[in-house]
């Protein structure tokens, strides 16, 4: 008879199989808090019908979910919070559409994400592969994993490329048969490079894949598969993404109408700071109420500017020959800069991205003037650095990226100072009970971010401060909005056209606001503030006034992001 000593082992064996699964979020799938945004019907677009025509190969974006992909292998360890990623083939493809690679996930996500599959139209466009390469497998790794996992580069006939990885957990090589998987005709390719980070452990990283060239006019599509990056090592062989060869960019995009009941779906609710005294305005508010415009030789006699801005010098280019400002009076200039929130309205961009299979909405706010910094250093909590970082004039913006496959929102921008972030749909706080992205903007600066709190601009714990909290100073992006930029004979209003500064060119000097501080301190703290500040950001010294959003590479291009 066995006894309670018998079992003990495998009730502890039983007990870490279990608990390896137990709370991971990618065991869950994420769904939207609120209903899918309605699909008005349209017989002149191709808008959510499910699949999109790229030139002799037909795409279907597969959710992937229980039904759709299984589980080929997963690790509990590295990469985001430790809880390591896995990886699923999709599985009960449509009748005659074939799969280009696997799809990989951080296991700290819910179960949110898609893969293209394909349908050869022309005839010639897919091929199975010849024979395979394995470029790594999980062998060597001393990690917690289901077993081994081996990663197969598909050798293509010639003329044709790979655009995705096959997974096995086997060492044999899978089967040279195109129900495993696809090669895609040369010239339906495009060059692709490493986009977000999905795992990282011991030199070897997984990253998702995007086209190398992005933009309002570019070919490439997104196509949901995975790839390598290892360090100190030999390059691995490339990877393609697919290219939409038919280039009507916008055929695939939704309408006026489509477009305006998706922004009232997905619409941002943005929080400003509870000590935010620089709210935003509309750009005629900003215009009607003092805003003039400077010429240079002629800065005695700037002029009032027409609500519309159609006595700005449009065209051209940003040569500091003209610029904005506000007049001299005091109260009208503390008037401008305090901005005029209840009756603000933000300004909507409508582009195509990824070959026209998504559609970005740019959602641009103007806010008359950006505040001053403040520093985080050592013992320091918040020290003011005077007049740096202030400036007339400040355009933030905040991207929904939404799919032309089915109108679902798939990631968010957020603009911050220089550069940005861009969020998974799955990682964001919603409206209760609707699908309106949450967004907080930071103190004085305005950057756009996910989540309340703080966040530094500089290394380790120290840097200049970005202060997000929620308030009941709220902008509701959905309640007011024009629409500036579209490809549906969008009507530009003449302030777009204005390509020079919305703000004076300034110099502020650093150790004007820190001197009397500075002297109180240990010549070691001193020593080591002064190469701090040395540091920050060339823009933070005011230097330029900004520009308008049609005069920034993101107009026609995609969003800086890393």
């Known amino acids: 008879m066995f006894n309670k000593t018998h079992f003990k082992p495998l009730l502890i064996l039983l007990h870490l199989l279990v608990n390896q699964t137990n709370g991971l979020p990618v065991e869950t799938i994420f769904t939207f808090p609120g209903p899918s945004p309605t699909i008005l019907p349209d017989d002149q677009g191709h808008f959510g019908k499910g699949t999109i025509d790229l030139g002799g190969l037909e795409v279907k974006q597969v959710s992937i979910s229980n039904t759709t992909a299984k589980r080929v292998w997963r690790t509990y360890e590295g990469g985001r919070d430790n809880m390591g990623f896995s990886i699923f083939e999709p599985i009960n493809l449509p009748a005659h559409f074939f799969k280009l690679g696997f799809y990989a996930q951080p296991n700290n996500q819910k ?10 139209v022309s005839g010639s466009s897919l091929r199975p592969p010849v024979d395979y390469i394995e470029i790594w497998n999980t062998a060597s790794l001393d990690i917690k994993q289901d077993g081994f996992a081996y990663f197969w580069q598909p050798v293509c006939p010639s003329g044709y490329k790979a655009v995705g990885v096959s997974v096995t957990t086997s060492s044999r090589k899978p089967p040279t048969k195109q129900k495993s998987i696809s090669c895609v005709r040369s010239e339906l390719t495009e060059q ?12 070897t990283n997984v990253v998702k894949l995007r086209p190398v060239h992005r933009g309002t006019q570019a070919t490439g599509v997104y196509t949901g598969t995975f790839s390598f990056q290892q360090v100190n090592s030999s390059p691995l062989p490339s990877f393609f993404c697919l290219k939409n060869t038919k280039l009507n960019m916008s055929s695939n995009m939704p309408s006026e109408a489509q477009t305006r009941a998706l922004f009232e779906t997905y619409s941002p609710l943005i929080y400003f700071h509870p000590k935010e005294n620089f709210l935003p305005s509309s750009v005629h508010w900003f215009f009607a109420n003092g805003a003039l415009l400077y010429k240079k030789g002629n800065e005695s006699n700037p002029i009032p500017i027409q609500p519309n801005g159609t006595n700005l010098p449009h065209g051209g280019s940003n040569d500091d020959l003209f610029w904005l400002d506000y007049p001299v009076d005091k109260t009208t200039k503390e008037k401008l800069k305090r901005g005029d929130l209840r009756n603000t309205k933000v300004y909507l961009q409508i582009k195509p991205m990824f070959g026209g299979t998504f559609t970005d909405i740019a959602v641009w706010i103007f806010c008359p003037f950006n505040g001053n910094a403040h520093l985080k250093f050592l013992f320091i909590k918040s020290l003011s650095l005077g007049d740096i970082g202030e400036h007339v004039g400040d355009w933030e913006h905040v991207t929904l990226r939404i799919s032309n496959f089915n109108g679902k929102l798939w990631r968010v921008y957020f603009s911050q100072h220089s550069g940005g972030t861009l969020m998974d749909a799955c990682d964001l706080e919603y409206v209760e009970g609707g699908n309106k992205p949450v967004v907080y903007s930071s103190l004085h600066g305005h950057a756009m971010y996910s989540k309340p709190g703080l966040v530094l601009q500089g290394k380790m714990k120290f840097g200049l401060r970005n202060d997000m909290a929620r308030s009941d100073k709220v902008l509701d992006c959905g309640a007011g909005y024009e ?29 004007k606001p820190i001197q009397s501080f500075v002297k109180i301190l240990p010549k070691f703290v001193r020593t080591r503030l002064r190469k ?30 890393s």
């Open 192 to 203: 692709s490079e490493a986009d977000a980070l999905v795992w990282g452990f011991q030199g």
């Open 532 to 561: 701090f500040i040395g540091r920050i950001p060339y823009e933070m010294f005011g230097e330029d006034g900004p520009t308008g959003p049609k005069a920034k590479l993101t107009w026609t291009g995609d969003d800086k992001y």
């Open 111 to 120: 179960l949110f994400g898609w893969i293209l599959v394909a349908r050869d």
């Open 483 to 511: 629409v500036i930029g579209g490809p549906w004979g969008v009507v530009e209003p003449p302030w777009t056209s204005y390509f020079r500064k919305w703000g004076p060119r300034l110099r502020y000097k650093i150790d």
